[in-house]
């Protein structure tokens, strides 16, 4: 069966990438998950969820929530590089979600 594994964004740490995504592929197999359906349909055209297919989380608050409970990610990252990783991301959301954009002072600004 092919497996289709699409490369990660490059501004992450590849190192880490490739250590999370080594350690998910041998996760399945050791618990010999089944693998989905294939998609066959362009996603960007089609909602995946009609399809039945899982979608990734909508945004980095929704990713770090969903990475505090992966242990398979925990651990192929160990606690030290997890726990310093974690900090550092819901620090970068944190500044994200915080920070007022000019389009929202143009958008609400003159409503309220």
Known sequence: MRVELRCPDPSCNPYLAFAV??????????RQLPLGEAAEEDLFQVDPRALGLEVLPGSLGA???ALQ???VVQ???GPHVY??????KIQEWDDYRTYVSQWEVDRYLPVF
């Open 75 to 77: 651990a192929a990252l």
């Open 63 to 65: 990713a770090l929530e």
């Open 83 to 88: 726990e310093r990783f974690l900090d550092a």
């Open 69 to 71: 409970e992966d242990k």
């Open 21 to 30: 995504m080594l350690a998910a592929g041998l996760d399945g197999i050791a």
